[in-house]
């Protein structure tokens, strides 16, 4: 019990500011807030620091260049994709046509117009 009152006691001193042996002058310099102060760079330091700067500006300019010739590269692999797909549809539609023009039976009837007639023995089938 006697401990616990002692140092109870104790800190009240120390809070109050009743030590003894300090003046209140240097007191109260002790507690004012301590401003940190810059210390200078060595030369070591500012070479360091200019060529890390150099290394970081150049790695944007590499990232922001890459950027732009990946966009770029997009841009153009989805105009080659477009023209794809219109030669596509396109062949498609021709193939189509090529199909409904050499019919059988529309030959058959153009031949008729024209006067010609199919004779089964002058037919020969060719395969490639």
């Known amino acids: 019990m006697a401990q616990n009152n002692y140092a109870g006691r104790r800190t009240k001193l120390i809070n109050d500011t009743v030590i003894t042996g300090i003046s209140e002058k240097e007191l109260k310099r002790a507690r004012e807030v301590v401003t940190a102060r810059q210390l200078p760079l060595s030369k070591f330091e500012k070479i360091l620091i200019t060529i890390c700067g150099f290394i970081l500006v150049g790695l944007m ?23 794809a797909t219109a030669l596509s549809s396109k062949n498609t539609i021709m193939e189509q046509e090529i199909n409904q023009l050499s019919d059988q039976s529309r ?17 020969r089938n060719v395969n490639k």
């Open 61 to 83: 300019l590499t990232v922001v260049s890459g950027k732009i010739g990946l966009s770029t590269a997009q841009h153009n692999l989805e105009t080659t994709q477009e023209k």
């Open 107 to 123: 030959l058959n009837k153009i031949a008729k117009k024209a006067g010609l007639s199919l004779n089964s023995e002058n037919i």
